[in-house]
Structure formats: structure tokens, C-alpha cells
């Protein structure tokens, strides 16, 4: 009988050199901004107002988007986990799409469909004078695009766990489906939702590509934080330092508040 | 008012094909093996579970007849159900369960929350309104959950082996209440259990159900 080694010790040395690499490729730049960042005079750093209004909209288009999402996106989640229909894996993947798709292919995407010139947008300015581009519902609406799914996905998982016998149970109380949904399945989904939700904010808050393909870089409009942060890389280095800093710790926030949910092994 | 049912239903391999009638008043015992078909058929007369053929009326009014494409969801079914785990909600408290069905009716908060306490406090465990039903014992889950399902004054009432994997006391607790509250109850009920006991105490007529069909009656 032999014993069974356990921790590192287990680990066949020809796999040790990649897995230190993974960990060192990730580990060092996140590490280098924060021995980089500008610790002495960070709040200098931030509080000019160009700063300070990027960090406000930031706040508002994410925050923005994730309501957005919310509300469509959890009855699309119940629908996807509880509606049996035809074309159902079709609508799924059509829905996580933006979580694969480049970023900036979704701001083209956007563009052509939204655009002044596009499908639909033709028509919102011919009959509401609404000009979705380079406004902050255009930015809301970028970072919805590419949020949604993170919201969509984690809040399916969370409807499929809830027991569907207490759905039953409720129907025989005489609970209509929609009393059954608002008081059974979406407080025991309530987790999940949460959980999709900060994930969702997050890339929101993170996003770049399709915002500034589709809604543009206009300071105190369109111009979110990770805009500011690649602007200020060619002026003031220190300032984008600082907000990558500030964007790196909402990351590790999210992921700790997250860790009952995701990472409980 | 009676409760008749003739119940044909697939599930797979599976097939139920049963008929009988319960009259008001009378609570008759649907025993035999496990896998037999006796929480399907709890299920058909509830509405979980369509019928394929058959038909099913309470009290003259049609709830479930394919052939005449009727089918009354369970919502609207007014057949009061106790499940065989309890089946409460966890994220309510023991009032919350009872008054659930109350609120669906549409009456008011206050009032369903009143009526609630009242059937907790008939059911002896007046002293757990505010318990989650996550906290409650085997036997006080129970009972709530025979509370949720007269609460809402049903029309029939299913019970699906109500006393299952409770222990001795429990059970003989659970029993006696349950033998008290059926006494008072005017409408059709259906018992599903495997305790001879349970059939020789509470019920009126006893229908074996084996493979799906109907074995012998006894009285």
C-alpha cells in the first residue's frame, strides 16, 4: 500500500512550468499596477474634473445597463430555463453571442443597426428625433449589448435550480403563473440573480470596444472610464494608473462579493 | 358533490388506467406497491399531470377531458394538496405558507395572515407562525403543510402519504390531527399511503392499485 501524496508535492514537475506560467502571466501585470500606481498623490490623480466626470457617467451608463439588462433579461433567463419550444438552443446561443463576439464588431454591429443611416435608427430620428450615437443611452446601449449575457446566463442557471415541485405546490394554492414566478421562483432565484447581476455591472463597467466603436469617446457623454484610461495613457500616464488601479479593485470586489456563488470549490 | 375519475395517462413505460368515485365526505385510500401509480394519480386529479384519456369532474363540473378538450390548470381547480415531503416553501415562514394560498384568493394581507394564525393555532402549533419552514421538524412541516392546503377551503383534498418518514410519535401525532381535521372536512378526499393503519383509521374504502390498475376494493 502506498501513500497517496497529496498538495503540490503531487504535481508531476514537467506540468509545474506551465502552470507557473499561467499564474506568473497573469499575476505579474496586475501586480505591476499596483507597484506602479501613483500611491503618493493618487488623489491628486482623480480629482480633476475630467477624471471625476468619467467616473460619474461610468457609474451611471453601468449601473444603467445592468438595470437594462435586468429587466430584459430575467424573464428571457426564466424563459430559456423553464419554456420548453422549438428554436429554444437557437435563441440561447443568440443571446451568449456577444459574450464570444469582438467587442468592436458588436459597436459595428450597433452602428449598422442603430446608427443615424441604420435599419432601425433611420426611423427613430425620421420619427422621434432620437439619435442613439455619441449620447450616453448610445453608451448604455453598448455596454447593455455585451452585458446582457453575463445576466442572462447566470440568472437561467439560478431558475433551473429552483425546485420545480414548489411551483407545482403553489399552482394547486390557486397562484396564477405570474403569482408563482414574482413570490416562488424569483426569491429562490433571488442568489443567482444577484450574483448575475454583479457580473453583469462589471463587464459594463469594464467595457470598451463597443462603446467607443458605436457611442464614441465625447468627454461627459460617451467617454466611460476604460475610455479616459487608454486617452490618458498618452498624456497622463499617472491618471491612467490610478483609474486602472480603481477598475482592478471593483474587479476583485465583484469576485470576492461572488465567491459563495462561483467559486465555492 | 363527488369527485369522479377515470384516469388514463403514459409516462414512459408507465401507463395509469383507473376509475373510481369518492363521494363527499368520504376519504378513500389508494394503496398497492411503490411505483404503482399513486402519486400520478394524485397528480391527474390535482392537474400536474394531464390525461391522455379519461375524464375527471368534481361536483358535475368537468376539470379534465381530453375528448372534449377541457382541462382546468390546477390553479383554478380549487383541490387542496399535501405533498408527501410537505413540499413548503423555504423562503416563507410557516404563516407565510398558509396564508400563500389566502393571497392568491385575493384576500387582503391582514385578513389571509389572521386566517393563517388561526389554522396554525387549530393545528396545534400556534407557537411557530414565524418559524422558516426550513427550521420546522418532519411532523410540524407536516402539519403546516396540511394547513396551507384546507386553508384555502378546498373542494377536494389529495394527500400523499402524509405521514411518511416521520418517526413513531410523529406520526401517531400527525395521524390524530389529520383524523380530526377530516372529520370536519365536507369534501371528496383521496389518501395515498403504504400503512394499513393509515387506511384503517382514516379512511372509508381502500382501492389497490397494482401496476397501475385497480386490484380489489375493500371496505
Known amino acids: 500500500m502506498t501513500a497517496r501524496r497529496s498538495g503540490l508535492r503531487a504535481i508531476p514537475l514537467p506540468l509545474l512550468l506551465p502552470i507557473v506560467g499561467a499564474a506568473t502571466l497573469i499575476g505579474v501585470p496586475l501586480a505591476a499596477l499596483v507597484v506602479r500606481a501613483p500611491w503618493g498623490d493618487f488623489a491628486s490623480e482623480l480629482s480633476s474634473p475630467a477624471v471625476l466626470t468619467a467616473l460619474r457617467l461610468s457609474l451611471v451608463c453601468s449601473l444603467s445597463a445592468t438595470l437594462v439588462s435586468a429587466l430584459l433579461g430575467v424573464p428571457l433567463a426564466w424563459l430559456l430555463a423553464r419554456v420548453e419550444f422549438r428554436g429554444r438552443r437557437l435563441l440561447r446561443a443568440l443571446v451568449m453571442l456577444p459574450m464570444i463576439l469582438p467587442p468592436v464588431v458588436g459597436g459595428v454591429a450597433l452602428l449598422l443597426a442603430f446608427g443615424r443611416r441604420g435599419l432601425v435608427g433611420l426611423w427613430l430620428a425620421r420619427l422621434f428625433d432620437l439619435q442613439l450615437p455619441f449620447s450616453v443611452a448610445g453608451a448604455v446601449l453598448a455596454e447593455t449589448f455585451v452585458a446582457l449575457p453575463f445576466l442572462v446566463m447566470a440568472a437561467e442557471a439560478g431558475f433551473r435550480q429552483v425546485d420545480r415541485r414548489l411551483e407545482d405546490a403553489a399552482a394547486t394554492l390557486g397562484a396564477t403563473r405570474l403569482r408563482v414566478f414574482a413570490r416562488i421562483t424569483l426569491p429562490l432565484a433571488a442568489p443567482a440573480l444577484a450574483a448575475g447581476a454583479a457580473l453583469c455591472w462589471a463587464r459594463a463597467l469594464g467595457e470598451f470596444g463597443a462603446t467607443i466603436t458605436f457611442a464614441g469617446n465625447l468627454p461627459g457623454r460617451t467617454q466611460t472610464l476604460p475610455l479616459a484610461v487608454y486617452l490618458a495613457l498618452e498624456t497622463h500616464p499617472e491618471t491612467a494608473f490610478a483609474l486602472s488601479l480603481i477598475l482592478l479593485a471593483v474587479a476583485i470586489a465583484v469576485l470576492v462579493a461572488l465567491r459563495e456563488q462561483w467559486l465555492a470549490q | ?219
Open chain 2, 1 to 219: 358533490m363527488s369527485l369522479d375519475a377515470a384516469l388514463s395517462v403514459h409516462l414512459g413505460r408507465f401507463a395509469l388506467d383507473v376509475a373510481f368515485r369518492v363521494d363527499d365526505g368520504e376519504v378513500l385510500a389508494l394503496v398497492g406497491p411503490n411505483g404503482a401509480g399513486k402519486t400520478t394519480a394524485l397528480g391527474a386529479l390535482a392537474g400536474l399531470v394531464a390525461l391522455e384519456r379519461g375524464r375527471i369532474a368534481l361536483g358535475g363540473v368537468v376539470l379534465d377531458d381530453p375528448d372534449a378538450g377541457v382541462f382546468v390548470p390546477p390553479e383554478a381547480r380549487g383541490i387542496g394538496f399535501v405533498f408527501q415531503d410537505g413540499r413548503l416553501f423555504p423562503h416563507l415562514s410557516a404563516l407565510e405558507n398558509v396564508a400563500f394560498g389566502l393571497r392568491a384568493q385575493g384576500l387582503p394581507r391582514r385578513a389571509s395572515r389572521a386566517r393563517a394564525r388561526d389554522w396554525l393555532e387549530r393545528m396545534g402549533i400556534g407557537a411557530l407562525v414565524h418559524a422558516r419552514a426550513s427550521t420546522l421538524s418532519g411532523g410540524e412541516a407536516r402539519k403546516v403543510a396540511l394547513a396551507r392546503a384546507l386553508a384555502i377551503s378546498p373542494r377536494a383534498l389529495l394527500l400523499d402519504e402524509p405521514f411518511a418518514s416521520l418517526d413513531e410519535d410523529a406520526q401517531r401525532d400527525v395521524r390524530e390531527t389529520l383524523r380530526r381535521h377530516l372529520a370536519e372536512f365536507a369534501g371528496p378526499c383521496v389518501l395515498v399511503t403504504h400503512d394499513p393503519e393509515d387506511t384503517r383509521m382514516l379512511a372509508g374504502r381502500a382501492l389497490r392499485l397494482v401496476d397501475g390498475r385497480c386490484g380489489q376494493e375493500d371496505s
